[in-house]
C-alpha cells in the first residue's frame, strides 16, 4: 500500500546550519505531497506542498521538490534558527483510499543550538 | 479568523469514566478528522468524517465514538472500553470535495486519564 518514510530523528543542529530532511513515499499515481510542522504542545501546521512532479513547494525559507523519479519529497532550509526546532511530518495525499486521507510519516524532531 | 478550535486544552478523568472531545471548524469544511498521538509518535488516524451524518473507521477506532449532526462540528468521545487513553488528540479538516486536501489542525487536546 501506499506509505512514507522519513529520516530517523532526532537531527541536531547549529544554528545557521544547512537542513536536509529525508523523506520518500511509495504510492500509485500521483499523489500530492506535504510537509507539516508540529512545534511543542500545538497541533500540525501545514509548511508547503506540492502537487505534481517537479513543482517546488516554499514558505518561511523551507524548501521541497516533488521528485517522481526518486520518489522523494526532502526538506531543505538553507540556514536554520533556534525558532525552527519543532517535529516535521512528510505526507502523501492518498488517491488510493477514501477521498480526502493523508498519509503521514512518523515525524523527525529537528533540535537547533544556539 | 477561519480555524479549528479544540477544547479544553487539557482534560483530566478518572478510569472508567467516559468523555468528550470537543472540535469546531469554520472553514466550512466537508471533511474532519481525529487522530491520536503518543510521546515521541507520528499521527494515528481514529475516525473521519467527509459528510455531515456519515463517518467511518480509521485505523484505532476501538474505544472511541464520534458523530457529525452539523458540518461545523465532530466530537469524539473516549469511552471507558479504551485501553490506554492517555494522550495528544489532535482535529483536522479538509474539503476534498473542492480540491484542498491539505489538512487543517486544530491545537488539540491532551487528555490525562488516572
Known sequence: GNSVTQMEGPVTLSEEAFLTINCTYTATGYPSLFWYVQYPGEGLQLLLKATKADDKGSNKGFEATYRKETTSFHLEKGSVQVSDSAVYFCALKDYGGSQGNLIFGKGTKLSVKP | ?114
Open chain 2, 1 to 114: 479568523d477561519g480555524g479549528i478550535t479544540q477544547s479544553p486544552k487539557y482534560l483530566f478523568r478518572k478510569e472508567g469514566q467516559n468523555v468528550t472531545l470537543s472540535c469546531e471548524q469554520n472553514l466550512n469544511h466537508d471533511a474532519m478528522y481525529w487522530y491520536r498521538q503518543d510521546p515521541g509518535q507520528g499521527l494515528r488516524l481514529i475516525y473521519y468524517s467527509q459528510i455531515v451524518n456519515d463517518f467511518q473507521k480509521g485505523d484505532i477506532a476501538e474505544g472511541y465514538s464520534v458523530s457529525r449532526e452539523k458540518k461545523e462540528s465532530f466530537p469524539l468521545t473516549v469511552t471507558s472500553a479504551q485501553k490506554n487513553p492517555t494522550a495528544f488528540y489532535l482535529c483536522a479538516s479538509s474539503a476534498p470535495q473542492q480540491g484542498i486536501y491539505e489538512q487543517y489542525f486544530g491545537p488539540g487536546t491532551r487528555l490525562t486519564v488516572t
